[in-house]
């Protein structure tokens, strides 16, 4: 990973290591939790409760997003622009899981009756993707008051 800043030149404060690990997480995050939660996209369940966000296509979207968080982990500090995209783009994601669980939330014990994979799915997605949106806004925060230090 690089230590020196794109601005100064300088060793930043920020290029630091588990900022990277931070976006593969995030990454592993999307990528593993999509495999594991649509048991590798056998789980028409998820799919039919909220086609909307998690067709088939809408899941390799995620997963897509999720190779774009990882792919950032050594370059972080050069696409500001693009962890911003980041953050706006997890925040709709929690707006999403708030918007189902609100409609949804009763139905939940008997989804779980029928698939606890997918009622937990529910339940939590929305929570590690507002946690994927503030570590990114951190980042930018971090960032940019390293870059006005300088």
Known sequence: MSTSGPVTGHPSRTSVKW???GFLLAGGY???????????FTNGLISSLYPQVFSSVGMLGIMLWGAA???VYTCYERVLPLIGVFAIEKLLYVWTWIFWLTAHAPELKDIAEISPMTALFYLVYGVGDLLSAAFFMFVIFLVWRDRKAA
């Open 30 to 40: 999307n990528i593993l939790g999509i495999l594991l939660f649509s048991q590798l």
């Open 69 to 71: 968080y990882a792919s």
């Open 19 to 21: 900022i990277g690990y």
